[in-house]
Each structure stands twice: as structure tokens, then as C-alpha cells.
């Protein structure tokens, strides 16, 4: 139990576009999700909380109009990096959390390479 | 703020013990432990929610030191399938979010 997929695994985009990132909670109701950026050697930095219905709750240093979360359902939340750029290039772990569990649950990660 | 881990890395025989510290500058409600490959998410390996807990499963156990905003994690007779890279993650008391620590790079040789 407790599975959270990510899609696309992989993603290479253009300088400019916009490129979005689903998580799902396969089976478990996500009351709360997170988005992580992690850069080669670096550890895992919250860019944002979300919870269902709501507007995400961004981190310090983290440009809300450039990185576009939804969380739409319990199980559905989207992260769209607009206008991407080479600097946007990292590796994107989201995570989410139960109603009745302190755990959280990653996804396998979507690695973004902006040329 | 970043939660803190020492050592930053630690080099291994298999069936070395190695100890990872993870020291908080916040008060803490609940430390999460988790290992990442290269390339991959990080998996979960325990959670410690109390002052005082200690857990564990196989060879690794976790203590919670609630008063000194500390945790160690402890790998005994270290496997080569334990390397990798060893996170913290710190729940503080007034908000709901994991804050990664620093990491600590463990690599087990046979």
C-alpha cells in the first residue's frame, strides 16, 4: 500500500516552455502533498506544500508564479514549471500524506532537463 | 533551517557499524529517517515520534533525543546494499512540513 506514482519519469524541454509534472496517490487519499527540488549532490529542498481544494503554501525563495501547483483532488496534484530554463534543470520529488499517517510517500521523481 | 547530519560521509567494510547524527535547531515533533540510491526517491525507513523513542528493524535502529533536537541512526554489520545516501527529515512542532537535513554519504566495500 501507500504507492504515489509520478509522470512523466523523465522530461527534456526547450528553453521557454512549460513542462507539468503529475503526482498521484495510487492508493490512498492525499490529504496533503509536497513538491521537492533535489540538484545533483544536494539534498531534497521543499519548494511547496499543497492540500487538497486549497492554494499551495510556497517556500521561501520559491517563485509561486513560476512553479504552478494544483492539487485539484485527493489523489491529483500538479506541479508546471512555466517558461522553463536551463537553471530549472533538477530532479522533482513530490510526496504525500495520508489522512491517518504521520509517514510521507514519495514518488520516483521526475528528472527535468531544460536545453 | 536545514536540519544538520554528521558525519557527511562515512566509508565501510561489510560488517562495519557506522552511527549518522541529525541535530535540529527547531523543536521537533518527529524525525523521519530515509536512504536514496543514486538516481532514485528516497525510501523510508522509519519515523520517530516521541521524546526518547527508539526503533528499529534488521540492523538499523533510530534513537530521538526530544530535548537536545537530535536523532541518530545506527547501521550495524553494515550490508553493501545499506550505501547510499542517508537523509533526515524534521517535522518542527508548529508546522506540518519535512525539512531535509544535510545528508550523509555512506559507502559500504566488501
Known amino acids: 500500500g501507500a504507492v504515489v506514482s509520478q509522470h512523466p519519469s523523465w522530461v527534456i524541454c526547450k528553453s521557454g516552455t512549460s513542462v507539468k509534472i503529475e503526482c498521484r496517490s495510487l492508493d490512498f487519499q492525499a490529504t496533503t502533498m509536497f513538491w521537492y527540488r533535489q540538484f545533483p549532490k544536494q539534498s531534497l529542498m521543499l519548494m511547496a506544500t499543497?492540500?487538497?481544494?486549497?492554494?499551495?503554501?510556497?517556500e521561501q525563495g520559491v517563485e509561486k508564479d513560476k512553479f504552478l501547483i494544483n492539487h485539484a483532488s485527493l489523489t491529483l496534484s500538479t506541479l508546471t514549471v512555466t517558461s522553463a530554463h536551463p537553471e530549472d534543470s533538477s530532479f522533482y520529488i513530490c510526496?504525500?500524506?495520508?489522512?491517518?499517517?504521520?509517514?510521507?510517500?514519495f514518488g520516483p521523481g521526475t528528472r527535468l532537463t531544460v536545453t | 533551517q536545514q536540519p544538520v547530519q554528521s558525519p557527511q560521509a562515512v566509508i565501510l567494510r561489510e560488517g562495519e557499524d557506522a552511527v549518522i547524527n541529525c541535530s535540529s535547531s527547531?523543536?521537533?515533533?518527529?524525525v523521519h529517517w530515509y536512504r536514496q540510491k543514486h538516481g532514485e526517491a528516497p525510501v523510508f525507513l522509519m519515523i520517530l515520534l516521541k521524546g526518547g523513542e527508539q526503533k528499529g528493524h534488521d540492523k538499523i535502529s533510530a534513537s530521538f533525543n526530544e530535548k537536545k533536537q537530535q536523532s541518530s541512526l545506527y547501521l550495524t554489520a553494515s550490508q553493501l546494499s545499506y550505501s547510499g545516501t542517508y537523509f533526515c527529515?524534521?517535522?518542527?512542532?508548529?508546522?506540518?512540513?519535512?525539512?531535509f537535513g544535510t545528508g550523509t554519504r555512506l559507502q559500504v566495500f566488501p
Open positions: 499543497s492540500n487538497e481544494g486549497s492554494k499551495a503554501t510556497y
Open positions: 527547531k523543536a521537533l515533533y518527529s
Open positions: 510526496s504525500a500524506r495520508g489522512t491517518e499517517a504521520y509517514e510521507q510517500y
Open positions: 527529515g524534521t517535522e518542527a512542532v508548529e508546522t506540518d512540513k519535512l525539512i
